[in-house]
């Protein structure tokens, strides 16, 4: 996966991730909700055939870069969860 940066501060974050959609956009998006700190996290994509997702972290006590990781480390583990129990179907 590609994460290409487009400003950074201490507290925001914007980057882009080409070649993602929605699906995976949404659920990083309502993960990253849920990490302690994130004041907003949204995302955009300017044209829905070609557009390139463009997300927006703003944070509170928390670097953004730590928040994403988070989030996607929880990702990570309910994956992993899911496919586990898919396996037992």
Sequence with gaps: MEFKVIEESKTKL???LPGETHTFCNVLKDELRNVKGVEI????IDHP?????????????????????????????KAEEFKKEAKKL
């Design 41 to 44: 996290a949204t995302y955009r």
């Design 14 to 16: 914007v980057f882009e």
């Design 49 to 77: 055939l070609v557009g390139v997702p463009q997300f927006l972290i703003e944070t509170k006590g928390i670097e953004p870069r730590k928040a994403l990781s988070s989030a996607l480390k929880a990702l990570k583990k």
